[in-house]
Structures are given as C-alpha cells and as structure tokens.
C-alpha cells in the first residue's frame, strides 16, 4: 500500500491564483481530513470528510474547497490564493469503525508559497 | 467547539533526563487522547494514545497519564535519547462518533548530549 499520497510537493504561486492541492489513499479509509501547518499554530483542521459525498468545515475553512466524490480521493482547492495561505499542508486519513479506527495516517506533506 | 492547549512550546532536556508534556482540553465530551512525534520535514505519526476510560498507558520509555476531571492529560518520556528529539503534538476527540480530531500547537523537544 502507498498509504497517504499527496501531490505536488512544493508549489509557488502568485497572489489571487487558484490550484488544487491533490490527496488519495489506498487504505479504504472512510475518513479523510486536510490540516495546515504554520510555525507555533501546530496541525489546524481546514476540511475533513466522512465518507464519499460528505465534508464539513474545521478550524480555518475560509479560502478553501473541498469535495470527496469517492472513497480514495479528497483535493483541497485554494480558490484565489493569499499570502496568508502559505504553510505546510497535510492530508490525514483514518478508518470510520473498527479498533483502530482514530489512527490517523499523514501525507509526506505539500509546502505551498503565496508570494 | 473543542479547544486543545498545549505546554510548553519549546522544551531542551539533558540526554537521559525525563521529559514531560502538557495538554488540556475543554469538550468534556472527548474520551480519546493521541500524540503524535513529528520529526524534522517528516509526517506526523502516531506514538501512543489513551482512551479516558484508563488513567495511566505505558510503552517502554513513553507513557500517557490523564486527568479527566481536570481535563488535563501529559506525556512522559524517560531515560531521553537524541533520537525523541521531534516535535510532540497531542490532540483530543470523541471515540465513537465521526468528531473531527483537535491538535495542539506542538511541543518542539530538544535532547542536549
């Protein structure tokens, strides 16, 4: 299994441009969730996901999409980029029943910079 | 909504000291409590974790303990050796429903030689 697989692993962009940050995981995970990682702030929650067809907000929403139209993909999409969106990105997934069910595996991570 | 603070933000220990963590959470809903170890430009992963139905969990060098009246729970590390030097998050959630899982702002340990 590649577990978590996240793409691109570095990005640059410009200040209102958009792109789509890619997540997929081979696990049959139900769950899947999108955390930014900025200096002292620690992992803050943007979106998760449940199951297919379903997501909600976390922590910090604002300027982000999200969708999960199957089981195995959830992209995170920065509509019009800012420089307040420049941090590390990480793509969780967990399994929704079972012992195991709150171990949540990361993505290696994308480091975005919004100049 | 859930709320996770975490203490100290930075901490260096001598090789072979014991290290200690803290975390408080205000859902008195949570009944799981993770850490994880995030090594310098690596994923976070998993190290131990404990549901409030225990006090105290134990795996070789690390144990959990937490305090669910005062909505506090700790990370010890003893006998340290260079290889704990990471960063430590801990994080709260509710077991048996789809909640979202809750971080800490992390804990960047330092093992001095």
């Known amino acids: 299994n590649a577990g978590v697989t996240q793409t691109p692993k570095f990005q640059v962009l410009k200040t209102g441009q958009s792109m789509t940050l890619q997540c997929a995981q081979d696990m049959n995970h139900e769950y899947m969730s999108w955390y930014r990682q900025d200096p002292g702030m620690g992992l803050r929650l943007i979106h998760y996901?449940?199951?297919?067809?379903?997501?909600d907000q976390g922590e910090v929403p604002n300027g982000y999409n999200v969708s999960r139209s199957t089981t195995e993909d959830f992209p995170l999409r920065l509509l019009s980029a800012a420089p307040s969106q420049t941090s590390v990105y990480f793509c969780a997934s967990r399994r929704g029943t079972g012992k195991t069910k709150n171990i949540q595996y990361f993505g290696a991570g994308t480091r975005l910079s919004v100049l | 909504g859930e709320n996770v603070e975490q203490h100290p933000s930075t901490l260096s220990v001598q090789e072979g000291d014991s290290a200690v963590i803290k975390c408080t959470y205000s859902d008195s809903a949570s009944n799981y409590f993770p850490w994880y170890k995030q090594e310098l430009g690596k994923r976070p992963q998993l190290i131990i974790d404990?549901?409030?139905?225990?006090g105290e969990k134990k795996d070789q060098r690390i144990a959990v303990t937490l305090n669910k009246t005062a909505k506090h729970f700790s990370l010890h590390i003893t006998e340290t050796q260079p290889e704990d030097s990471a960063v430590y998050f801990c994080a709260a959630t509710y077991y048996s429903s789809a909640s979202k899982i809750i971080f800490g702002s992390g804990t960047r340990l330092s093992i001095r030689p």
């Open positions: 996901s449940v199951g297919a067809g379903i997501t």
């Open positions: 404990i549901r409030s139905n225990v």
